[in-house]
């Protein structure tokens, strides 16, 4: 039983690992040099019941704030047709 449970959590972390080694990869933000990012991506994936789950919470709300932000911007239906009689262009005949 217990080797189980050591088996399921030592591949999901590796799963892990493997999903985070690709987006650490493309990342432009880090240098793929500097130290302390190896050292969190190796430790890191031993804390995935503690870090997925704070991972999955924050994109959520990411994505909340993001569809609430959307639904503020006005789609082109719900716009008021422009006018061209009305319309102030700058230009004055005389």
């Known amino acids: 039983m217990l080797n189980n449970i050591l088996v399921w ?32 991506l190796l430790i890191a994936p031993f804390f995935w019941p503690i870090i997925l789950p704070i991972s ?16 503020k911007i006005k789609s082109p239906h719900q716009l008021a047709p422009i006018n061209p009689e009305t319309l102030e262009t700058g230009y004055h005949e005389s």
């Open 9 to 40: 959590y030592l591949a999901i972390a590796l799963i892990v690992f493997g999903v985070w080694f690709g987006l650490f990869l493309k990342d432009n933000s880090t240098p793929n040099n500097h130290l302390l990012s190896w050292v969190v």
């Open 56 to 71: 999955v919470i924050e994109l959520l709300g990411k994505a909340k704030a993001q569809r609430r932000h959307q639904t």
